[in-house]
């Protein structure tokens, strides 16, 4: 990542870059691409009181730039304060791209939805072919709704009892 630090009004010391460096350095825990950094430093005068501004340009892949604008009466207390800022700013983003991606879904023998009755996945007891009217018989003796068989020509088959008493089959 590249860092430009630039004095306007100012000059820049070794402790100042030292300082600027370390809070850039605290930037890059959430593994976010940055391409760089500008750092613009300036000393303000106002109605005779002096004051700082820093401005923070980061740079960042597949994301437009942020810029984080403060302003103290202490240089280094207007240094942390914009690296604060942009550690939270650089956190929410990373918070935002790790929370949204698509998630597996768990290989899950039952379901369990919380409007409709529990759903439990279960295998055919025979998948030996049977004929329509054994399947018929077998839907009989049971009580149950349907029946799902294999017919005569491998195709997987279901009939059930429908209102009228009369049977259908899929």
Known sequence: MNLSIVGKQL????AIKAH????????????????????VLSADEKNGK????????????????VVI???DKDLYAAIDLAIE???????????????????????????????ADEIVP??????????IEEALNELKESGKQFFVFMDMDDKMRTIYKRADDKYGLY
């Open 50 to 65: 002096k004051g700082f501004s820093v401005e923070f340009a980061i740079n960042l892949a597949h994301m437009n730039t």
């Open 11 to 14: 000059e820049l010391t070794d």
């Open 85 to 115: 800022r942009a550690k939270k700013v650089l956190r929410r983003h990373h918070d935002k791209i790790t929370n949204h991606k698509v998630k597996e879904e768990p290989m899950v023998e039952t379901e369990a939805f919380d409007d």
């Open 69 to 71: 604008k403060q302003k």
């Open 20 to 39: 600027v460096e370390s809070g850039k350095d605290s930037l890059t825990k959430y593994n976010l691409d940055i391409i760089s950094t500008r750092v």
């Open 122 to 131: 279960t295998r055919l007891e025979s998948y030996k072919p049977i004929e």
